[in-house]
Each structure stands twice: as C-alpha cells, then as structure tokens.
C-alpha cells in the first residue's frame, strides 16, 4: 500500500514534548490544514464548513518503531502497562494517526483548526466530518480507562512568572503557562514523558531552552509556576553555535531578569 499526502498541518508544536496528550487539552493554539494544489480539493471541500468538528488522518511522521505495550500517561490501579491497541499510543504498526479537531473556518485550500494534537508539517491523509449521531457513544465502556483514578491539579502562578512568561510569549511566540498545564496537569512528577527534574515537591520543567520552576501542594493538588530561568549559562552564551537562533534573547532576558 502506498499513500500520497493531501496536505500538511501548520501549527506551533515543533517538538513531540509541545503537543498535548489530546487535542481537545490544547485549546487555544489554532493551527491549519494546507491541502495541496492541482489536485481538485476545492471541490472535495464543499459543504464541509457546515461542521464543527472533523476527523483528521494523519501520518505520525517522526516515529520509525513500533512497541507493543504502552505505559499510560495516567494508570489505572495496578495497571503498569497496556497493549498498544488498547492506548492511544503514537507508536505504532502502521504510523496512522486519527484526531477529532475543531474546525474554526476554510478559506481556500485553508483549514483553520483548533484542539490539534499535531506536530508541525504534519502529513495529512484524509479528512471526514465528525458526525455526533454516528461517532458519539458517551455511555460506551472505555476499558481501563474507566478505573483511572485523575486528579485535578489547580494551578497558581507567581507575577514574576507571568511577568517574564508573558515576555517570551511576545517575543519568540512560545507560551510557557499553557504548556506547563498540559505537561503538569495529569501527573506532575512524572518525568518519563518530559524533561523534568523533581524532588521535595519542587520541580524544573524544561521548555525549549527556558526551564520552568514550580511547587506543589500535594494534599490540595495545586501546581504553583513560581519562575521563569534561561537554560543557558553565561559560559554557553558567549559560545558562537546557536541551534535554536535564540541566544539574543536569553541574552536580553539575562539583561532584564539576571
């Protein structure tokens, strides 16, 4: 079997670490669709504005193997691990993936979609209306998953934190609280999925080559964001690489905040 592309998503998620658990946890960071060109899309694309939500099709383009069994993000009561068809698990026989996403508007060969769980340049294979009379079962058994026992972590933040998150979201377009919520919120001392360091109940979240600080008070199940460092120290930043092109700017975050 050999399958073409009809497009590629656009989004801000550039490391598998940016993207949510699902999608519908990643509200707020719209991305978009772009099918290719020549290919009679336009018309396959009528009477699709008319749905609030579509199936996306995608290929998970970054992953080369598969595994067999999954450990959870959130594991039921004596449940280490699960078989991969029983988990929404990336790896995969076949690097298939399927999402149901908000569908914000179309113009064009342009889907503006919200509550994507996608990597940028995504490929995109197919796209199908969400249908809530023939793809919704609330009342569906849901395996496993029904015996997870979440909690809900509330967060807090500093106002040195959202002083200096709100900084780096206006100059390199990254937002720091929203991605401490999505890594956080299910278990925040899990470090197998993130690059966190953790002991005591204090925390290092790292985000790109800024590193978040944080607390927790376990018996309220609140996640305080105190504080904002560059990942870089005085040393690296005098060295002429620059992978990410981003040294000016802890640069001037050095200059702002020490």
Known sequence: MEFTPIGYFLG????????PRQGRLFQGHPGRIELLSGKNFEMALRN?????????????????????TTRPPLSAPNLNRVGTFAS???????????SCVKLLRIEGLSLFIDEADLLDNTPILDIKPYIPMADAFPE???GWVDSQEPHKWQFQTSSIFKEKASWI????????ESFAQLQLSLDPKDSSRKRLYFNNNKGVLAYRTFRIHFTLNEKEHIIFLNDVFSGYSEEELLLPEDKYSDKIYHKLFKNLWG
């Open 88 to 98: 929404r698990s990336p790896y995969r026989p076949n690097p298939i993936g399927l």
């Open 12 to 19: 801000d998620a550039t490391y598998k670490y940016d993207t």
């Open 169 to 176: 979201l206006e100059n390199l377009k990254w937002d720091l």
């Open 48 to 68: 699709l504005d008319g749905f609030e939500r579509i199936w996306v099709i995608f290929q998970f383009h970054e992953n080369e193997n598969w595994r067999p």
């Open 140 to 142: 569906a058994k849901a």
